[in-house]
């Protein structure tokens, strides 16, 4: 007969970020911001198994003459790719590279950008595109000037933002000074064509827009967002509107977005990437650290999104961490806990080499924890007790959870999807804090 081994298994609710790691390990995380250096503006894109970040750099506008990128297969781990988009390789550029949107298409990496910040229809600059064989560059000006290059219905050509829907039809949304268009590209992506009615430009600017647009679709439904106040200031945040069409009309939900004053202000000028989970979704914005007077004090954050039963995004506050692997219940760490009394059952001691703990991460933390104990309790009230004693050798009890450890995972991560939706967001931090619920799981053979 093997020898059974007890696993007692700890479920604990931490809001850092924590990845798979060996026994002796420290967990790794990732943090807030997620890679160092003034960076603003990100756009988060899914290129096969990697996600890229392409930012603003973040400086005087006459510094601003390149754009770095950065890739990384987990959200924690990011690589650097320098300039891969640079003052050399546009000709009609010549400062104040902004916000750019990045896609793949044709067999083509795409990046649209902003330059010159111009403030008249009399001056060069506007939106470009330049063009490259992959997502690290170098990307080259494709046209020798700018797609769009003047105002149109009261919107500054700067922040665009490239979306493709269900038909294969690519649009693009853009503008500042509080006005949004949309236009409709051609299939190469190089010119703008007319709509059906026959205009280049819509005009679709909701209630209390400034700039920073992003359009995604989720079940059926198109879900536009934007950026409102001024980005040098603490109160920069993004709000939302839900359509049933790309055009609108986009009537104004709520803010999604904002700053927290014990983490970061002026948080703002989002995108969002969906993870590999069914329903799993990340935003991806700047902010300015606390403490920062500059308004070019910016840098790069990752929070996840979530929607409730009704379709609307929940608040995601800003965090001080990312937390992509263990937010979809990921086994994600197993470590020792030596020196623990033999267990008993019925009166027969069973023995067992240690007992281990397994750490799980969830975005945010109920304050009322005691809800959880409750929730498992009441499970474990249908197994079989295992008896114990502690470290300390203090008699305990850890109840065996019906369906083993895999069974456990899966009713955790339904629980915890289950508690988002029914509590208030009042009720919620992305604090550490802990809730430890202990469960004896048997298991044949070693950890």
């Not at 299939?187 to 209630?207: Q, W």
């Not at 198109?222 to 980005?231: I, L």
């Amino acid at each position: 007969m093997k020898l059974k081994h007890l696993i007692l298994l700890s479920i604990i609710c931490c809001s850092q970020s924590v990845f798979g790691q060996k026994a002796n390990q420290q967990p790794k995380t990732s943090g807030n911001p997620v890679f160092p250096g003034w960076y603003a503006d990100p756009e988060g894109v899914v290129f096969g198994d990697e996600y890229w970040i392409y930012p603003t750099y973040s400086a005087p506008y006459d510094e601003q003459t390149f754009m770095d990128a950065f890739s990384s297969k987990d959200l924690v781990n990011w690589t650097k790719h320098p300039k891969v988009l640079s003052k050399e390789n546009i000709s009609w550029f010549k400062r104040a590279l902004w916000a750019p949107a990045v896609i793949h298409a044709n067999d083509k990496y795409y990046i649209f950008f902003g330059a010159n910040d111009i403030q008249s229809n009399n001056e060069l600059g506007g939106i470009g595109v330049a063009v490259a064989d992959n997502p690290a560059g170098p990307f080259k000006d494709a046209l020798g000037k700018p797609l769009i290059d003047k105002f149109v219905n009261g919107a500054q050509p700067i922040d665009q933002f490239v979306y493709k829907d269900d038909d294969g039809q690519y649009y693009m949304y853009y503008g500042g000074w509080g006005h949004c268009n949309m236009v409709k590209l051609a299939p190469d992506l190089l010119s703008i064509v007319p709509f059906e009615d026959g205009t280049l430009y819509k005009e679709v600017t909701p209630e209390k827009y400034v700039e920073g647009p992003f359009m995604l679709k989720r079940n059926g439904k198109y879900y536009f967002m934007w950026s409102e106040g001024g980005w040098t200031g603490p109160d920069y945040c993004v709000a939302y509107a839900i359509a049933d069409s790309p055009f609108g009309p986009f009537k104004r939900e709520a803010k999604i977005l904002q700053r927290d004053p014990n983490i970061g202000t002026g948080a703002g000028h989002h995108s969002v990437v969906k993870g590999p989970g069914e329903d799993e979704w990340y935003i991806i914005y700047h902010r300015h650290p606390l403490g920062e007077t500059d308004g070019n004090a910016r840098v790069t954050c990752v929070d996840r999104m979530y929607f409730d039963k009704d379709g609307k995004i929940k608040y995601p506050r800003i965090s001080r961490s990312v937390d992509p692997v263990l937010d979809r219940m990921a086994l994600e760490r197993i470590w020792q806990m030596p020196q623990w009394k033999p267990a008993t059952e019925n009166g027969s001691s069973i023995p067992y080499e240690y007992v281990v703990s397994v750490r799980f991460i969830t975005h945010y933390i109920p304050y009322e924890e005691f809800k959880v104990k409750e929730e498992y309790n009441l499970k474990a009230q249908q197994s079989t007790p295992v008896y114990g004693r502690t470290k300390n050798n203090q008699p305990d009890t850890f109840p065996r959870y019906p369906g083993g450890l895999e069974k456990l995972i899966a009713d955790f991560r339904i629980y915890v999807e289950k508690m988002r939706e029914q509590t208030n967001d009042s009720k919620w931090n992305d604090m550490p804090s802990r809730t430890t619920v202990g469960f004896i799981i048997e298991k044949d053979g070693s950890v």
